[in-house]
């Protein structure tokens, strides 16, 4: 069996990679591992948003949010962040506020990143234990319309 020169010994992620290079090379087949770049492009996919609470003759949108993250593999509270900075940033004439129940709760097990303070990083208004603020309760009984 011939092994294939190395010049830089190839550091392989996986058990499984070894295995497939000893196969090809036991075969003699030539090849490079991570040898070069295939480029390609993640289709954009348009999406709609279902608000918690719109305030009628307002630009504010309020989202109650319980759980938003969590787990270290909840790609679901990843997703839920990406699309509320998305929305914020698709959307500048919104205004979107969101009611926490309890925002001293990690991103995912083990942050030290709270919900409250992504909410603060990315330019949310938000408020904790599900109560919203009585300075914007008494915003949108002054702006909105019934």
Known sequence: MARRPILVEARYRSDLERKVADQLDGAGVPYDFEGQWVRYTVPAREAKYLPDFTIRGTDIIIEAKGRFGGHKSDASGAQERQKMILLKEQHPDKRFVIVF?????????GSKTTYAKWATDHGFEWSDRGVVPASLINELKKTSTK
């Open 101 to 109: 129940q309890n925002a001293k709760k990690p991103i995912y097990k």
